[in-house]
């Protein structure tokens, strides 16, 4: 290994680490603070990394396609929720450079192991673990775990190796199918749209990660009693119990009533609470998991009582919808359903979208018969495994057609099938704003340079129904004052979700940058003042909020810079058809609307999305 520099700043390490698995050529450099000052670090130094180190239109599946990992100058410190690692690659899914965020323990061990970055290239002629113990580098044979799931291969690679940190891949990213993702510590997705194909591609079965030293503080006296008030608004927070007890499910009845089909009853929303609810997440629950640092934790370890099993789970309001979703029997169900998908590696929210469409298909005719391909068409988590193991082993020609995603449905089935799901840019959309309303999370699948995710544009529309003097206080917390405010909150709309958006991106952009958890239940805790208080004292820096958010606003500029040149630029904003008829799909539907239920036209939209560029400044 070549030698390095370092900082002697905060918060930073100024140390990137590159490995290319063919070559097996380690080197060590210097960071260029310069880039994490102007970028914040994570999320957007990943995006400066990035458009010097990803040759337009590479092959996302060649060795040439890098994987960057990024975390920011909060993780690995006491900060509560500074969690992220960021991942950035050319995903095949969308061909986007997508920029995916993931939790557990990566990002923090990488900053103990003193490294900012970790660059991953080129392709190991045979499976390999890739092994970074703060300075070590090692290139561990990996064909005995190749074909096994993600849960085994993680408790495996934990008996070997004590106390390291585990990105693996399962069954489905080693035979590149472009649902793959990757999971950490078996708990935390990373990187929907093919980030397990990537990997796979590159005969990387898991990267482990595990480092001895710190994360320097510039000033701790400072931090300690920043965070000393943070933790005093948390014991005043009045959910603060239920939050612990149930972590996201605890906000399940905001949100069930959205799930169920047009035309659903009272009586058909209560049983829907009673079988996924909290009551039932209650009855599976063993233990929670938690990330380093975080004071209201969401994963679980769940038992499962007909088969004495227990497994891992991202969030059970993850279970709790896909289980709704595709009618399933009870929480049982769904919790090992969704484990089974995470142990193969798939992403749920694409493989759930593509069961939708497989119904949608035979209910109008274009699919015959009780099953395709050995798949049950009929809802129930049977025909979620059945699909799942059919697109892992890219089982006969559906097989093959859905592993090669929404592009290689639509060649097999016919163009014209587009209307039975929901996509933009090639991936499949998580909310349906003519159920919802049209909030930051709905608008921002539009605008998002990757396509829709969970992930980003979580503002204050996150919570159904707030009214616009509530929205334009939480809005100011995200550090958008002035004629910002007053151009998000006008006439027409009352409040402009295209502007909103805007402003939603940069306060997850500067989250992901500089490290924290965006979940709402961390991200609630947070106004912009305190995470450039928090900042200043973990690195020395100090910033004014605006130069702050400014820095947060460039790095989401350079995110679509960087899928501009892929062709992903803004002509691809399109809003999928499927928005503007009322027909359901996955049986629910209905007239696109705002947020305060008024109905939108294809026009408005239009309006909205001008607006949003204007906002954004192109
Ligand atoms: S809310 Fe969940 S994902 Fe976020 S830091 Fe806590 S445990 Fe991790």
Known sequence: ????????????????????????EVVAEDCRLSCSREYLGGFGSNNRLCMELCRPGTDPLSPENPVVLGAGPLVGTAVPGASRVMANARLPLTGAVASASGSMALG???????????VIKGSSPWPV??????????????????????LETTRLLWEGYPGFSVLAIGPAGENRVHSSLAMIDACSTLGR?????????????????????????ADPRKLRKLLADLYQRLEKYDLREA???????????????????HGSSQRDLEDLIERFG??????????????????????????????????????????????????????????STLA????????????????????????????????????PLARGGRMLRELAVCVTERRGDMGEALAEGWKGALAFFGEDTRRFTMLVRGQDCLYDPRVSGLGTMEFEQVVSPRGPTSASAGSATYLPGLPEERLRRLTERMGVGGEAMERVFSPPWGMNVGRLTRYSEDWFSLFSSLGICNRYQINRFYHAGLVRDILAAVTGVELAVEEMMGKAAAAWGLYRELNAREGLGPEEDRPPEAWFSEEPLWGRGGRLHDYFGRPLSRDDLQSLLSDYRDERGR
């Open 193 to 217: 749209g093919g980030l397990g194909a990537v990997l796979g591609a590159k005969n990387l079965k898991a990267v482990l990660v595990r480092g001895s030293g710190g994360v320097k503080v």
């Open 278 to 335: 909290p009551q039932a997440y209650l009855r599976l629950k063993k233990r929670r998991v938690s990330c380093p640092s975080c004071f209201l934790s969401d994963k679980d370890e769940l038992l499962l009582p007909s088969s004495g099993k227990t497994v891992f789970s991202t969030s059970f309001l993850n279970a709790a919808i896909v289980g709704s979703a595709l009618g399933m029997e009870d929480a049982e169900e769904a919790a």
């Open 129 to 150: 673990v890739l092994v970074v113990e703060d300075e070590k580098v090692e290139f561990a044979p990996a064909s005995a775990l190749w074909g096994k799931g993600v």
């Open 243 to 261: 939050a612990a007890a149930l972590g996201m499910i605890g906000a399940w009845p905001l949100y069930a009533a959205q799930l169920l089909p």
């Open 1 to 24: 290994m070549t030698a390095m520099g370092g900082t002697d700043m905060g918060g930073y390490t100024g140390r990137l680490l590159r490995v290319d698995l063919g070559t097996r």
């Open 340 to 375: 089974f998908l995470d142990d193969l590696g798939l992403d749920f929210m694409t493989l759930g979208w593509q069961a939708a469409y497989l119904l949608e298909l035979r209910e109008h005719g274009v699919l015959r018969g009780g099953e395709a391909e050995g798949v």
């Open 108 to 118: 923090a061990n990488l900053k103990w192991a003193g490294w900012d970055h970790l």
